[in-house]
C-alpha cells in the first residue's frame, strides 16, 4: 500500500481547504434576422437564467461535465466545447467557494435544435441580460475570442452554410463584432475575405428582394 503523501510541513492534500470546481459553457450561435445570441438556462434553484453548467464529479473529466451538463440541463448533445479560462474571482458565487473553468462552442442554429423549449432560451449575445453568479463575464470573454477569430477569417465556425453571399458573411461578421462595418471600410472587408474565398461553380444567385443577381461562395479551406 502507498504511504500517504505528505509535503514538507507533514499535511497531506486532505488537509487543505479545496474549492468545489464548476463548469459552464457559453453556447453561441446565429440567426440572420436576430444576429449572434447565447444558449440560457432557467435555473432549477434559484429565479432567473444562467449558462449551463455543472459540478465536477468524483473521477469526472472537464469535457465530461460539459457534455453532461448541456444534456441535462438544456438537451443539447452532439457539441464539444473547448476551455476558454478558470474564473476564480472571491465571491464570484454565493454557494461557497467555487471556481469555473469556462468553455466556449460555437455552432449553427441547426445544432440546438432539440434543446428544451420550456428551459432554455436564446439571448442576445451583446446584450445577455442579468445572470447568474459572473457568468456575464464568461460570455464577454466569449465574444473577445470569437472576435479574435473573426477577425482575418471568413466565418471560421461555420455560422453560415457551406456556400453564402458576400453580403451574408458580412452580416455574421457584424453579429460577431456587434457592430455594422462602416461605409469606406466595406471594401477593405471585401477584398481581405475574398483573399481566402473560392467563387461556387454554377454561376451567381440571386437573392431574395430586388438587385443584381449576387455571386455565392464558400471558403478555400473547406
Do not use: C
Amino acid at each position: 500500500m502507498t504511504a500517504e503523501h505528505r509535503d514538507s510541513r507533514g499535511r497531506a492534500l486532505t488537509d487543505y481547504p479545496r474549492p468545489s470546481v464548476a463548469v459552464d459553457t457559453a453556447v453561441l450561435t446565429y440567426h440572420p434576422d436576430d444576429g449572434l445570441l447565447v444558449l440560457q438556462v432557467r435555473r432549477a434553484t434559484g429565479a432567473g437564467w444562467a449558462l449551463p453548467g455543472t459540478f465536477l464529479h468524483p473521477g469526472e473529466t472537464l469535457a465530461r461535465a460539459v457534455r453532461r451538463s448541456l444534456r441535462d440541463k438544456a438537451n443539447v448533445g452532439g457539441i464539444d466545447p473547448r476551455q476558454l479560462h478558470v474564473f476564480d474571482r472571491i465571491g464570484r458565487d454565493d454557494r461557497g467557494w467555487v471556481l469555473s473553468v469556462g468553455h466556449v462552442a460555437v455552432v449553427p442554429l441547426g445544432q440546438l435544435a432539440g434543446r428544451d423549449p420550456d428551459n432554455t432560451r436564446l439571448a442576445p449575445a451583446h446584450a445577455p441580460g442579468r445572470l447568474a453568479f459572473d457568468h456575464e463575464d464568461i460570455i464577454e470573454m466569449a465574444l473577445t475570442d470569437l472576435r479574435s477569430r473573426y477577425r482575418d477569417r471568413p466565418d471560421p465556425h461555420h455560422l453560415l452554410g457551406e456556400a453564402f453571399t458576400l453580403r451574408q458573411l458580412r452580416h455574421v461578421h457584424e453579429a460577431v463584432d456587434g457592430v455594422e462595418i462602416s461605409p469606406d471600410k466595406l471594401d477593405t472587408f471585401r477584398r481581405r475575405m475574398q483573399e481566402k474565398l473560392i467563387r461556387v461553380d454554377g454561376g451567381p444567385v440571386r437573392p431574395q428582394g430586388r438587385g443584381r443577381p449576387a455571386q455565392l461562395f464558400r471558403r478555400d479551406d473547406d
